[in-house]
C-alpha cells in the first residue's frame, strides 16, 4: 500500500419521507408482517413517490446533507462517483447531474454500476484516487430509487428494496487511517438469478415486455440467498485472517442489508457478537447502493477514531466482496 491512505473524513444521508409498512403491503399482495419479519427482517421501507424524481434527486439530496454537515467547499471536491443499478436515465450520467447540482463545478464525474456491490466497489475506486496522490476530495454516493424497477405485484421482490442514498468524502490520511485492504470478486454465471433485462442492450424493451412487467427486477431468492450467505461469509473471513484480525480487534460488521439472516450468518462465521454488527434493514429494506453508506449515516455518532470496520457486499452478477477500513474521526 501507497504512504498515503485514503480516509472517509465526512458521512451524509437521505431516506423519502413515504413510508411502506409490511402492513401496507399486506393490503397489496398477499403476504404478511410475520412473513416478512421472520424471512427478512424489514418492517418498513422508504419510496420516493413524487412523480418525475429519480435516483439523481436521492443523490444530490444525501451529498448535500454531507456538504452542510461537514463544511466542505463543493468547488474543492475532484471527482465524483454515484454508485447506482438505477442511473435517471439509460445514457446521461447521472453522477455529472448531481455534480453540477451540488456546485461540485471543478469535478468530474462518472457512474458505476455493480448491483447491489456498487457502493463497495466504489469505495475501493475512490480509494485509489486518492491513494495515488492527485487527488484530494473524492465524493463517493451510493444512492438507489429501486421503486423504479419493482412490481408491486410480485411479493418475492416488493417486499425486500426500497429507496435511499448515502455519501461519503475520501481524503487523504497520513496516520495510517482509511481503507487496509480489499477482496473483491465476481462471477457472470450467476446474473440469470438477479435481474431486471428488458431496458438492457440485449432486450428490446417492447410493449409486451412492458405489459408483462420483464423491465422489473426478477429474483431467484434462494438460490441468491445461499451464494450470498457462503460468499459474504467466506470473504469476510478471509480478509479477517489475512490481516491477522481477531475478534476483539474488530469494532464493526458493515454488511450490504439484503436479509437479516444473511448478515447474521456472515457475523456468525466470523464469530462476532450481535452489538458489533451494524442493522438498519428494520428501517429501510435493500436499498441496493446506499446500503454501505446509510449504515454509516445511522451509526456515525458511535464510531471512533481507529475502530476497525469489515464491510461486506453481495449483488447481482453475482458481484461481491469485502473491505477493511480504519475509521478516521
Ligand atoms: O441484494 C442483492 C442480494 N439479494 C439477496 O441477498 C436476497 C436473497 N434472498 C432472500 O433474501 C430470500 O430468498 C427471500 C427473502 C427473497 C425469500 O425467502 P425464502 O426463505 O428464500 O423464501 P422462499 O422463496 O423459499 O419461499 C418460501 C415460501 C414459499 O411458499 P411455499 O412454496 O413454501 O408454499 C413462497 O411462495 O414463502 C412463500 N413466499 C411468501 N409468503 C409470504 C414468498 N414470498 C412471500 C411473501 N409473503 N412475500
Same mark, same amino acid.
Given at each position: 500500500?501507497?504512504?498515503?491512505?485514503?480516509?472517509?473524513? #465526512?458521512?451524509?444521508?437521505?431516506?423519502? +419521507?413515504?413510508?411502506?409498512?409490511?402492513?401496507?403491503?399486506? %393490503?397489496?399482495?398477499?403476504?404478511?408482517?410475520?412473513?416478512? =419479519?421472520?424471512? %427478512?427482517?424489514? /418492517?418498513?421501507?422508504?419510496?420516493?413517490?413524487?412523480?418525475?424524481?429519480?435516483?439523481?434527486?436521492?443523490?444530490?439530496?444525501?451529498?448535500?446533507?454531507?456538504?452542510?454537515?461537514?463544511?466542505?467547499?463543493?468547488?474543492?471536491?475532484?471527482?465524483?462517483?454515484?454508485?447506482?443499478?438505477?442511473?435517471?436515465?439509460? @445514457?446521461?450520467?447521472?453522477?455529472?447531474?448531481?455534480?453540477?447540482?451540488?456546485?461540485?463545478?471543478?469535478?468530474?464525474? &462518472?457512474?458505476?454500476?455493480? @448491483?447491489?456491490?456498487?457502493?463497495?466497489?466504489?469505495?475501493?475506486?475512490?480509494?485509489?484516487?486518492?491513494?495515488?496522490? !492527485?487527488?484530494?476530495?473524492?465524493?463517493?454516493?451510493?444512492?438507489?430509487?429501486?421503486?423504479?424497477?419493482?412490481? &408491486?405485484?410480485?411479493?418475492?421482490?416488493?417486499?425486500?428494496?426500497?429507496?435511499?442514498?448515502?455519501?461519503?468524502?475520501?481524503?487523504?490520511?497520513?496516520?495510517?487511517?482509511?481503507?487496509?485492504?480489499?477482496?473483491? !470478486?465476481?462471477?457472470?454465471?450467476? !446474473?440469470?438469478?438477479?435481474?431486471?433485462?428488458?431496458?438492457?442492450?440485449? &432486450?428490446?424493451? %417492447?410493449?409486451?415486455?412492458?405489459?408483462?412487467?420483464?423491465?422489473?427486477?426478477?429474483? *431467484?431468492?434462494?438460490?441468491?440467498?445461499? +451464494?450470498?450467505?457462503?460468499?459474504?461469509?467466506?470473504?469476510?473471513?478471509?480478509?479477517?485472517?489475512?490481516?491477522?484480525?481477531? +475478534?476483539?480487534?474488530?469494532?464493526?460488521?458493515? #454488511?450490504?442489508?439484503?436479509?437479516?439472516?444473511?448478515?447474521?450468518?456472515?457475523?456468525? !462465521?466470523?464469530?462476532?457478537?450481535?452489538?458489533?454488527?451494524?442493522?438498519?434493514?428494520?428501517?429501510?429494506? +435493500? %436499498?441496493?447502493?446506499? =446500503?454501505?453508506?446509510?449504515?454509516?449515516? *445511522?451509526?456515525?455518532?458511535?464510531?471512533?477514531?481507529?475502530?476497525?470496520?469489515?464491510?461486506? #457486499?453481495?449483488?447481482?452478477?453475482? =458481484?461481491?466482496?469485502?473491505?477493511?477500513? /480504519?475509521? #478516521? &474521526?
Amino acid at each position: 500500500m501507497s504512504e498515503i491512505s485514503a480516509a472517509i473524513t #465526512a458521512v451524509g444521508g437521505y431516506l423519502p +419521507n413515504y413510508v411502506l409498512t409490511n402492513q401496507i403491503l399486506e %393490503t397489496i399482495v398477499d403476504t404478511n408482517d410475520e412473513w416478512i =419479519t421472520s424471512r %427478512t427482517g424489514i /418492517k418498513e421501507r422508504r419510496i420516493l413517490k413524487e412523480e418525475g424524481k429519480g435516483t439523481s434527486f436521492l443523490a444530490i439530496k444525501a451529498a448535500q446533507d454531507l456538504i452542510d454537515k461537514s463544511g466542505v467547499n463543493p468547488q474543492e471536491i475532484e471527482l465524483v462517483i454515484v454508485a447506482t443499478a438505477t442511473p435517471d436515465m439509460k @445514457a446521461a450520467s447521472t453522477a455529472a447531474y448531481t455534480a453540477t447540482k451540488i456546485g461540485a463545478t471543478n469535478a468530474f464525474s &462518472y457512474d458505476l454500476e455493480a @448491483a447491489c456491490s456498487s457502493f463497495l466497489f466504489g469505495m475501493s475506486t475512490a480509494a485509489k484516487y486518492i491513494e495515488s496522490g !492527485r487527488y484530494k476530495k473524492v465524493l463517493l454516493i451510493g444512492a438507489d430509487k429501486n421503486s423504479s424497477m419493482i412490481n &408491486y405485484k410480485d411479493r418475492a421482490t416488493c417486499i425486500i428494496f426500497g429507496d435511499g442514498a448515502g455519501a461519503v468524502l475520501f481524503e487523504p490520511n497520513n496516520e495510517g487511517l482509511g481503507v487496509q485492504d480489499e477482496y473483491l !470478486r465476481s462471477d457472470g454465471s450467476g !446474473r440469470e438469478f438477479l435481474q431486471a433485462k428488458y431496458g438492457g442492450s440485449s &432486450y428490446k424493451t %417492447t410493449a409486451e415486455a412492458l405489459e408483462n412487467n420483464e423491465h422489473c427486477i426478477f429474483q *431467484d431468492g434462494k438460490t441468491v440467498f445461499k +451464494n450470498a450467505v457462503s460468499n459474504m461469509a467466506d470473504v469476510s473471513e478471509k480478509i479477517i485472517k489475512r490481516n491477522g484480525l481477531n +475478534n476483539d480487534d474488530i469494532s464493526w460488521l458493515a #454488511a450490504h442489508q439484503a436479509n437479516k439472516r444473511i448478515i447474521d450468518a456472515t457475523a456468525k !462465521r466470523i464469530s462476532l457478537e450481535d452489538e458489533k454488527v451494524m442493522m438498519n434493514i428494520q428501517k429501510y429494506g +435493500n %436499498t441496493t447502493s446506499a =446500503t454501505l453508506p446509510l449504515l454509516l449515516y *445511522d451509526y456515525e455518532s458511535k464510531l471512533k477514531k481507529g475502530d476497525n470496520i469489515i464491510f461486506a #457486499a453481495f449483488g447481482g452478477g453475482f =458481484t461481491w466482496g469485502s473491505i477493511y477500513l /480504519k475509521w #478516521a &474521526y
